[in-house]
């Protein structure tokens, strides 16, 4: 059964940057893009951006000018770190996967959900 | 990208039936089928409900179904029970290759 363990720091002062890593224990690694999700305290979910065991990445357009994911293939671990924080990034951090695209003889298949998440960070961002 | 539109709250009594709807764009609910749903439970993780529209993972009860028409989707839940009682949030893919959720509807049992 597939896991999903995130780590990083929960309290940031303004302007610090923000790090989060998620390991993935069970299953392929290589098999699904990996993603970072934020829920802001009483409010809805924001998709924050993924990447691909080969490091290709995406990104959301609002934050993509501070933020930056990472891959360890050796340690099937994903990392995200987001710049010059403000209270507005306080929120609980989740890790999730999607699976990859499958392109076979007959036909393609292609996955637009993530089916696995992490239990998620708590990351409070105050002076 | 704006959030995907959805209602604040739903409620419903037990052994009723509940539609929430996700209303979004051409650029995204309208363009795909794409369309996903996932369940959360206070302090917990999202629960995937929905995917593809109108298709259920294993494991989730017949009693969730799926929609859309146009620019909208909708997640319906009958025969209502009390472990229903969630908050339910949308996601679509999006034409930027990204991906849009919902503000989240919280849905309390009667």
């Known amino acids: 059964q597939v896991q999903l363990q995130q780590w990083g720091a929960g309290l940031l002062k303004p302007s610090e940057t923000l790090s989060l890593t998620c390991a993935v224990y069970?299953?392929?690694?290589?098999?699904?893009?990996w993603n970072w999700i934020r829920q802001p305290p009483g409010k809805g979910l924001e998709w924050i951006g993924e990447i691909s065991h080969s490091g290709s990445t995406n990104y959301n357009p609002s934050l993509k000018s501070r933020v930056t994911i990472s891959v360890d293939t050796s340690k099937n671990q994903f990392s995200l770190k987001v710049n010059s924080v403000t209270a507005a990034d306080t929120a609980v951090y989740h890790c999730?996967?999607?699976?990859?695209?499958?392109?076979?003889?007959?036909?393609?298949?292609?996955?637009?959900?993530?089916?696995?998440w992490g239990k998620g960070t708590t990351v409070t961002v105050s002076s | 990208q704006s959030a995907l539109t959805q209602p604040a709250s739903v409620s419903g009594s037990p052994g009723q039936s509940i539609t929430i709807s996700c209303t979004g764009s051409?650029?995204?609910?309208?363009?795909?089928?794409?369309v996903s749903w996932y369940q959360q439970n206070p302090g917990k993780a999202p629960k995937l409900m929905i995917y593809?529209?109108?298709k259920r993972p294993s494991g989730v009860s017949n009693r969730f179904s799926g929609s859309k028409a146009g620019n909208t989707a909708s997640l319906t839940i009958s025969g209502l029970q009390a472990e229903d009682e969630a908050d339910y949030y949308c996601?679509?893919?999006?034409?930027?290759?990204?991906?849009?959720f919902g503000g989240g509807t919280k849905l309390t049992v009667l």
């Open positions: 069970g299953g392929s690694f290589s098999a699904y893009y």
């Open positions: 593809d529209v109108n």
């Open positions: 999730a996967r999607r699976r990859r695209e499958e392109v076979t003889t007959f036909r393609n298949f292609f996955y637009y959900y993530m089916d696995v």
């Open positions: 051409s650029s995204d609910v309208g363009g795909y089928n794409y």
């Open positions: 996601s679509s893919y999006t034409s930027s290759t990204t991906f849009v």
